[in-house]
Nanobody, 118 residues
């Protein structure tokens, strides 16, 4: 079992910055690709950014390219999302995600609310 806990969300003005953190616990000895998704009411959960276990490969949604940066901690059981130049349309619940390299079901955190005021 793997548990994911997000933190760092909050209220920020447009143009501001936030840094989200995700801490993994449990059976984290195996390798995981990790990422961030977000969801607003009435919409499907959408990919924001993903990062490989090694950190060598990343992918970003077009809407956040150049503004957000995903990274992993040295222990590889943490993942961060640095969000700069935030826009009101970035308002959503942000979820941490982990995908075992061996395959199987994804793991999800409970989410953290990000609200960007205009």
């Amino acid at each position: 079992q793997v548990q994911l806990v997000e933190s760092g969300g909050g209220l920020v003005q447009a143009g501001g910055s936030l840094r989200l953190s995700c801490a993994a616990s449990g059976r984290t000895d195996s390798t995981f690709a990790m990422g961030w998704f977000r969801q607003t009411p009435g919409k499907e959960r959408e990919l924001v950014a993903v990062i490989s276990w090694s950190g060598a490969n990343t992918h970003y949604a077009d809407s956040v390219k150049g503004r957000f940066a995903i990274s992993r901690g040295n222990a590889k059981n943490t993942v961060y999302l640095q969000m700069n130049s935030l826009k009101p349309e970035d308002t959503a619940v942000y979820y941490c995600n982990a995908v075992p390299a061996e395959g199987g079901a994804d793991y999800w955190g409970q989410g953290t609310q990000v609200t960007v005021s205009s």
